[in-house]
Nanobody
Framework: QVELVESGGGLVQGGGSLRLSCAASGSPFSIRSMRWYRQAPGKQRELVALITSDGSTNYADSVKGRFTISRDIALNTVYLKMNGLKSEDTAVYYC?????????????????WGQGTQVTVSS
């Protein structure tokens, strides 16, 4: 099984910055893509940013120009650098990794989720 450990959340004032990290570990695996989602109370879960195996990135319109997703392949880690934080960015942020693992009957490709990390932006 692939396990994801998130870190970097916290309380920050509006206009501030945070960097979230998500490190994957566990059984041997190959990462296909990495994503950051967020969910605020009473809101739908929202895809924030995506990075694919070839390094291509995509962002939600609400964070474009402020957030940057990146990865460290050697460390199996994905980052989300968040600048110019706004109160609307307050949410629990979840790392999502699509990875392939070996199984006795072949291989399995599926999504794995981090535990979530709280980001709170004060006014």
């Amino acid at each position: 099984q692939v396990e994801l450990v998130e870190s970097g959340g916290g309380l920050v004032q509006g206009g501030g910055s945070l960097r979230l990290s998500c490190a994957a570990s566990g059984s041997p695996f190959s990462i296909r893509s990495m994503r950051w989602y967020r969910q605020a109370p009473g809101k739908q879960r929202e895809l924030v940013a995506l990075i694919t195996s070839d390094g291509s990135t995509n962002y939600a319109d609400s964070v474009k120009g402020r957030f940057t997703i990146s990865r460290d392949i050697a460390l199996n880690t994905v980052y989300l650098k968040m600048n110019g934080l706004k109160s609307e960015d307050t949410a629990v942020y979840y790392c999502n990794v699509v990875a392939t693992t070996a199984r006795v009957m072949g291989t399995l490709t599926r999504a794995y989720w981090g535990q979530g990390t709280q980001v709170t932006v004060s006014s």
